[in-house]
């Protein structure tokens, strides 16, 4: 008789064991599955079922610059398909893991409106502004920050 106790207890155990063994791996699938799902959708705009490409992150940020005035503008590029033909160093789109968990960043370096300049540059040389916008999948602005600077670096920045 106890040769068949043993059994059942045994028996037990092993049951006991595989259900542990199947509620973890539900787990971590249901873990993973998340963590997939996190990394996919923080650049994925759900109400217009698409991502937003580089260019129309960039188009963004300059419409709402031009229409601020904060932008010095002439007739020939007043409108953001101008102001790109005439300035096409003018801006780029870079996301890092360490900065806002990768999210979109425009950065735009624009010449200032008089009024701005005015404001912004206590010893008068400053005649550009770099901006940081940080932006969501969908293309609102969440964060921004910038800096005056004197002449915008001419490096090469890519649109797509």
């Not at 059994?7 to 873990?31: C, E, F, G, H, R």
């Not at 979109?104 to 008068?124: A, C, F, H, N, R």
Request: glycine letters at 4%; aromatic letters at 8%; one cysteine or more.
């Amino acid at each position: 008789m106890k040769i068949v106790h043993e059994d059942k207890n045994q028996s037990s155990i092993q049951k006991l064991s595989k259900i542990v063994k199947d509620v973890i791996s539900y787990i971590l699938a249901l873990v993973l599955i998340w963590l997939i799902y996190i990394e996919v959708s923080k650049n994925y705009c759900f109400e217009q079922h698409r991502e937003l490409i580089d260019k129309e992150y960039i188009s963004i940020v300059l419409n709402s610059l031009l229409e601020s005035g904060q932008m010095q503008s002439h007739s020939w590029d007043n409108t953001v398909e101008s102001y790109l033909a005439h300035h096409p160093h003018c801006c780029r789109v870079f996301r890092s893991g360490s900065f806002y968990d990768g999210a979109p960043v425009v950065d735009i370096t624009y010449e200032m409106s008089d009024e701005l300049k005015k404001q912004t540059s206590k010893s008068g040389r400053a005649t550009h502004y770099q901006s940081l916008t940080v932006m969501t999948g969908c293309g609102k602005s969440f964060d921004s920050t910038g800096e005056a600077i004197t002449s915008p670096k001419n490096e090469v920045h890519s649109i797509n």
